[in-house]
């Protein structure tokens, strides 16, 4: 029934470690994003796909490899997290670029770095 | 710059109207929408503007004026449930779309 599912839902991690995020949307919608809401609520576009092809790509660290292995699929991989990477990543997808699209959310990961 | 500009905090009576504003200067104009975000939640779509004016949504209501780089969110008859934060977000030149920090809402019987 989900439409855009994103595991895990939690992800409290050591600095320094690598860990991913996988992001599913169920709608055949072309076009996927991530973004990162920090603590003051700003969301932030990382990365967005369209049909399994990069389309944003925001100044964001190398550290952080977007992974599209079919267009219902948007993978997040961190290396060498650090404590700034700590807040809610939230994957989102569109039917298509245009940008009049309502993006549909996936209820988030809190990653936190200690 | 790009910026979005929404107060912080907003606190209402449950049953009155509340008015959220927004102003944005950005590079080009795509579209503004309007997001809900519960907290712990993700946001959901409210509603889109592209043209000038009103457009009204059951209790909810978005308006537009493109040449003063504002709108603003309507909430009629408020219930405990509107209690959320809401996400200004405008399409810029490159149909990118750039989020304000969102207006939190606090509804108060």
């Known amino acids: 029934d989900t439409a855009v599912s994103q595991t895990p839902k939690y992800l409290v991690t050591q600095m320094g470690n690598d860990k991913s995020i996988k992001c599913e949307q169920n709608?055949?919608?072309?076009?996927m994003y991530w973004y990162k809401q920090d603590s003051k609520k700003f969301l932030k576009i990382m990365f967005s796909?369209?049909?399994?092809?990069?389309?944003i790509n925001e100044t964001v660290p190398n550290r952080f490899s977007p992974k599209s292995p079919d267009k219902a699929h948007l993978n997040l991989h961190i290396n060498s997290l650090e404590l700034g990477d700590s807040a809610v990543y939230f994957c989102?997808?569109?039917?298509?670029?245009?940008?009049?699209?309502?993006?549909?959310f996936g209820p988030g990961t809190r990653l936190t770095v200690l | 710059g790009q910026n979005i500009d929404q107060p912080t905090e907003m606190t209402a009576t449950e049953g009155a109207i509340v008015q959220i504003n927004c102003t944005y200067q950005?590079?080009?104009?795509?579209?503004l929408f309007w997001y809900q975000q519960h907290a712990g939640e993700a946001p959901t779509f409210l509603s889109y503007n592209v043209l000038d004016g009103l457009e009204e949504k059951g209790r909810f209501s978005s308006f537009l004026s493109r040449s003063k780089g504002y709108s603003y969110l309507l909430l009629k008859e408020l219930q405990m449930k509107d209690s959320a934060s809401y996400l200004c977000a405008v399409v810029d030149s490159n149909y990118q779309l750039i989020w304000g920090a969102g207006t939190k809402l606090i509804i108060k019987p």
């Open positions: 950005t590079s080009g104009f795509n579209g």
């Open positions: 709608l055949g919608h072309d076009t």
């Open positions: 796909y369209n049909n399994k092809e990069l389309i």
């Open positions: 989102a997808s569109s039917p298509d670029r245009e940008p009049y699209n309502e993006q549909f």
